[in-house]
């Protein structure tokens, strides 16, 4: 499978990859098939990036094939925007499934003939009892289910009742298809489960051709069988399903061998929430400003924001498969961020909060060009040119008026290294009538640049500048953790997790001062603003009389890992 993300091996086996090693050598299979299956119904997130690169990876790995299918057999939350969407986040994060692009929609006819085989053998029956009668019988852990009234009805009314459910002769919720396993059984999914529903409602790609829908349980093993899937690679929660999952494969007739379903431990990741239920509220309630976000734990949240797929994809080796649920901390995804920006990112020097500085030594029309380095990671990147003249910015953070001992930026009389340019004495501090102040008067020392008499002179800091006259505004907004509580839907009974929202989360500077190199700016650039981060032009907002750049990440953690 060629694809951008094949160069990446794994080094160590999991237990989902010696599995499957083992398998081919067994000879049970000699052509392993592995899917992503995504229900349609919202925008891809970073927990589904980890099932993505290890059902692509494990494909990838053994010259085996991964199918994206479309798991839609819930129609009123589907939707085509969202089968877009995941198509795009699948193949930005570097996979390809080439020509196996597949609907469980597509496979209602088989399902609905599948079934029928199962009322043929007598192992599922047409049931009348209401949905709460159902919930009613179906009993509890420790006390057996009740079996319904209609589990003898004959074959021959099983199949004509069936068809007319089929027909759209009854109401919704009146009836439904249910297996005949075992109401005594300690596993209550598999006590007689349904496995049709009665639903009169419009399919984003079926239209109005089916009034039943078959539930999850019997179209997704049967769908993994249609494709000739080896290995279905599901999170812990189906555990608890698998038997189910086997019953319905081994009671139907199907080629050998069957689909193996495996179970590893889903991405749950400090700070944010994953559901998809609560990140559509979010969206629907407006407390972001869509599914890309860039607040957002999205694919496209995280695209927009300035991540890469690299990082995504490092990110989910990084934290590995096991088979133990867990809360990963957010400070592992910010590491992976990190460490690929710092290797790609343009360095630059952007000024968010600006304050001017008048270098009274150098005359008005003051013009000289100096050299920047491009990224110190990779000499390849080479040099760029920044205008320094008489009136430039610097940051409003970098200059204080009582400063403490250890501050070793501006402070009046103090010096203070601009990077790639002199060393910069404050003579003078300009206020306004209020007392805040507005300008600094300074002078620089005009053999303390790289080559001058005084170049080696040290001084504590280096801050980063921008000339004024050259400067290139732009708006920056900044972000920061979309909740301020690690879990914010750990109280599930108590608290809501609004509640947890982060109202500090996003912070928009308009009037940021750029080096001019910046005007050019690509959307598909990284950049280091020196000392405040990586950032990069957001890709919807941003045009080029209105440049706006989106910070992805600052440049060392807040936080320290666990
Ligand atoms: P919902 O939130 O509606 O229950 P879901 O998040 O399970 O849905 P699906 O579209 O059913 O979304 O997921 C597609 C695949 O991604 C499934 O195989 C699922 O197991 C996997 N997946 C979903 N969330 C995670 C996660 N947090 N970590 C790892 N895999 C995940
Ligand atoms: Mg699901």
Request: with cysteine; aromatic share 10%; hydrophobic share 35%.
């Amino acid at each position: 499978m060629a694809s951008e993300a094949s160069n990446e091996s794994n080094d160590s086996l999991d237990f989902i990859r010696e599995i499957v090693q083992g398998d081919l050598a067994s000879g049970k299979h000699n052509h392993i098939i592995t899917r992503f299956p995504p229900e349609p119904n919202g925008y891809l997130h970073i927990g589904h990036a980890k099932s993505i690169c290890l059902n692509f990876g494990v494909a990838q790995e053994n010259q085996g094939t991964c199918h994206l299918r479309f798991d839609d057999t819930n129609p009123t939350r589907e939707d085509t925007e969202y089968v877009d969407s995941i198509k795009e986040d699948v193949r930005w994060l570097g996979f390809d499934w080439k020509e196996n692009q597949f609907f469980a929609s597509d496979y209602f006819e088989k399902l609905y003939a599948f079934a029928q085989d199962l009322i043929r053998a007598g192992k599922a029956f047409v049931c009348d009892l209401s949905a709460e009668d159902f919930m009613r019988t179906r009993g509890t852990p420790t006390r057996a289910g009740e079996e319904s009234p209609n589990r003898d009805r004959s074959v021959e009314e099983n199949l004509d009742l069936f068809a007319r459910m089929r027909a759209g002769e009854f109401e919704d919720g009146s009836k439904t298809l249910r297996a005949k396993i075992d109401m005594a059984s300690p596993n209550i999914h598999m006590r007689d489960p349904a496995l049709y529903r009665i639903r009169r409602v419009h399919h984003h790609r079926t239209g109005d051709a089916w009034p039943i829908y078959p539930m999850y349980d019997f179209a997704h093993c049967l769908s993994d069988a249609i494709e000739g899937i080896t290995h279905s690679l599901c999170t812990l929660e189906f555990e608890v399903h698998r038997p189910l999952y086997d019953w319905i494969l081994e009671n139907v007739n199907l080629p050998r061998p069957l689909p193996r379903q495996i179970e590893f431990a889903r991405l749950n990741l400090g700070y944010t929430v994953m559901s998809k239920r609560k990140l559509l509220q979010l969206v629907q309630e407006k407390n972001v400003s869509g599914w890309d976000d860039p607040r957002m734990p999205t694919i496209s949240g995280l695209r927009r924001r300035g991540v890469t797929a690299e990082s995504v994809r490092h990110f989910c080796k990084r934290i590995g498969i096991t088979k133990y649920d867990g809360l990963t901390d957010i400070a592992v995804l910010e590491h992976s961020i990190r460490d690929d920006l710092n290797k790609r990112a343009l360095r630059v020097m952007g000024v968010l909060k600006p304050l001017k500085v008048v270098i009274e030594n150098l005359p008005e029309d003051h013009y000289e060009e100096l050299e920047a380095i491009n990224n110190p990671e990779n000499p390849g990147a080479g040099t760029r040119i920044l205008p320094f003249t008489r009136e430039i910015y610097i940051e409003q953070e970098d200059f204080m008026e009582d400063a403490p001992k250890k501050f070793f930026r501006l402070k009046p009389e103090g010096e203070v290294r601009l990077r790639y340019a002199y060393i910069l004495k404050c003579e003078k501090v300009v206020k306004d009538e209020a007392g805040n102040v507005v300008e600094i008067r300074a002078t620089v020392d005009q053999d303390s640049k790289s080559g001058g008499a005084t170049a080696g002179r040290k001084v504590k800091g280096t801050i980063h500048w921008v000339s004024a006259q050259h400067a290139v505004n732009a708006e920056v907004r900044l972000y920061e953790r979309l909740f301020t509580v690690e879990e914010p839907d750990a109280d599930k009974d108590k608290k809501d997790y609004k509640e947890f929202l982060n109202p500090e989360s996003l912070s928009v500077l308009k009037d940021c001062k750029l080096e001019p190199s910046l005007k050019n700016a690509s959307k598909d650039e990284r950049y280091q603003f020196e000392r405040v981060g990586y950032f990069c032009l957001d890709s919807k907002d941003s045009t080029p009389d209105q440049i706006i750049f989106n910070r992805t990440i600052s440049l060392k953690a807040p936080w320290k890992p666990k």
